[in-house]
């Protein structure tokens, strides 16, 4: 609702001319059959990432636990040494193995999910810009974010802005 309000108050600060609108970019993405697919394929990938860790974790967990049981019988120090380095190595293994696959910084999960989506996101980006210059917007934001997801090109100011900076930066050296 805020973001709306928002809208509302930047077209009223905008000529009469001026022509905004609004996606509701979680609608969007809900009611897309081909997302619904990318989350099944992501479900299902996740699953078989999550019984592999699933599998370590128990052979860690039988690991302890025998080597609790046997700690008292190992006598010999090098042997208890070699068990406890065992059990440390698998913990690291399956902490990796968790960054590695569902780590945000680059997990395989994210990884895939980007993939997946990248021609959907694609798809969605040419609808809007295909109704944007169809029907003539200036702008088009998305209701959610109030990101701004369609702007005609004569309102580009980035060029300009460049300049003038670097005109700024030549002005201050002199």
């Known amino acids: 609702m805020k973001n709306i309000y928002i809208i509302f108050m930047f077209s009223a600060l905008f000529s009469a001319d001026m022509k905004i609108g609004y996606i509701d ?18 479900e299902k990938e996740q699953r078989k990432m ?4 699933q599998s370590m974790i128990s052979k860690r967990d039988s690991l302890v636990q025998a080597y609790e049981l046997q700690k008292i019988l190992l006598v010999d120090e090098n042997k208890r040494i070699e ?9 690291q293994n399956i902490e990796k193995f968790q960054m590695e696959k569902f780590g945000p910084n680059g997990g395989e999960i994210y990884k895939l999910q980007n993939q997946l989506l990248a021609p959907v996101l694609s798809k969605i980006d040419a609808a809007i810009q295909k109704i944007g210059k169809e029907r003539g917007y200036n702008y088009i934001l998305d209701a959610v974010s109030g ?20 005109e700024s930066v030549i002005e201050q050296n002199d």
């Open 25 to 42: 970019s979680n609608r969007i993405m809900n009611e897309l059959d081909e997302v619904r697919e990318v989350k099944v394929e992501l």
């Open 50 to 53: 999550e019984v592999e860790m």
């Open 83 to 91: 068990k406890e380095r065992e059990i440390v190595l698998l913990e």
């Open 147 to 166: 990101a701004l997801v369609y702007a005609i090109e004569s309102h580009d100011l980035t060029d300009e802005v460049i300049k003038e900076l670097r």
